[in-house]
Structure formats: structure tokens, C-alpha cells
């Protein structure tokens, strides 16, 4: 069994920055994807950004486009946590953030996965609020 905690989660200031940290317990694998995935108030939770350890090339990430260039996620194999620079935020990234695994990692259509769907465990999320 997985589980997960995030935690770095608080009010910012609209163009400010923020880093979200998950920490993971129990049996991760070096091929488990690591994600985030956010959710707003009154909207579908939705994919902010993965990454899945690809051996000696390092990280393969993904990112949604309304985060690409604003965000980054990094993962530390050894103490199984993986985090999300976020940059530049603005208003409509306010939301409670969660992190995920997902057990396959990959996918011949992409590489690491983006559907809410494909992830096996979850944390309870932590809120990013993004005020002016």
C-alpha cells in the first residue's frame, strides 16, 4: 500500500511563487509515475504535471499547457518525494493540489500519463490560494 502527503501548500500573492512537496510511504518502484493534478472550486479535478524515472536518461515529464514554462516538477527517487515549482502563479491556479502514483508509469501513447483515471493512489491535497 501507498501513501501520500502533501504539504507547502498556502496563500501567495498573484506573480509569486510557490513549491508543493509530496512525500511517499510504503512500496514506490523507480517506474511509478509521480504526479499532480489540481481542482478549483466548482470544476473537474484536472493534470497539472508528471514525471517517471527513465533510468539513466533521468525524468520524463509532462505538463499541462496552462502551466508549461510556469511550472516544474521534480522528483527524488531515493526519499521517495516529489515536488512542483510553481512560478508566475496567477489567480487561476488556485486550487487544492493533489499528488498521485501511478503503477504503469507509461504508456505507448505517452510517457508518463495524464488521465486522472490511469493513477492508483492519491493524498488528501493541500489548498494554493493565489490572491492579488
Known amino acids: 500500500q501507498v501513501q501520500l502527503a502533501e504539504s507547502g501548500g498556502r496563500l501567495v500573492q498573484t506573480g509569486g511563487s510557490l513549491r508543493v512537496s509530496c512525500a511517499a510511504s510504503?512500496?514506490?518502484?523507480?517506474?511509478?509515475?509521480m504526479g499532480w493534478f489540481r481542482q478549483a472550486p466548482g470544476k473537474e479535478r484536472e493534470f497539472v504535471a508528471a514525471?517517471?524515472?527513465?533510468?539513466?536518461?533521468?525524468?520524463?515529464?509532462n505538463y499541462a499547457d496552462s502551466v508549461k514554462g510556469r511550472f516544474t516538477i521534480s522528483r527524488d527517487i531515493a526519499k521517495m518525494t516529489v515536488s512542483l515549482q510553481m512560478d508566475s502563479l496567477k489567480s487561476e491556479d488556485t486550487a487544492v493540489y493533489y499528488c498521485?502514483?501511478?503503477?504503469?508509469?507509461?504508456?505507448?501513447?505517452?510517457?508518463?500519463?495524464?488521465?486522472?483515471?490511469?493513477?492508483?493512489?492519491w493524498g488528501q491535497g493541500t489548498q494554493v490560494t493565489v490572491s492579488s
Open positions: 514525471i517517471v524515472w527513465d533510468g539513466p536518461n533521468g525524468g520524463n515529464t
Open positions: 498521485a502514483v501511478d503503477r504503469n508509469g507509461c504508456a505507448g501513447y505517452e510517457c508518463p500519463r495524464t488521465r486522472e483515471a490511469e493513477y492508483d493512489y
Open positions: 510504503g512500496r514506490i518502484f523507480s517506474y511509478y509515475a
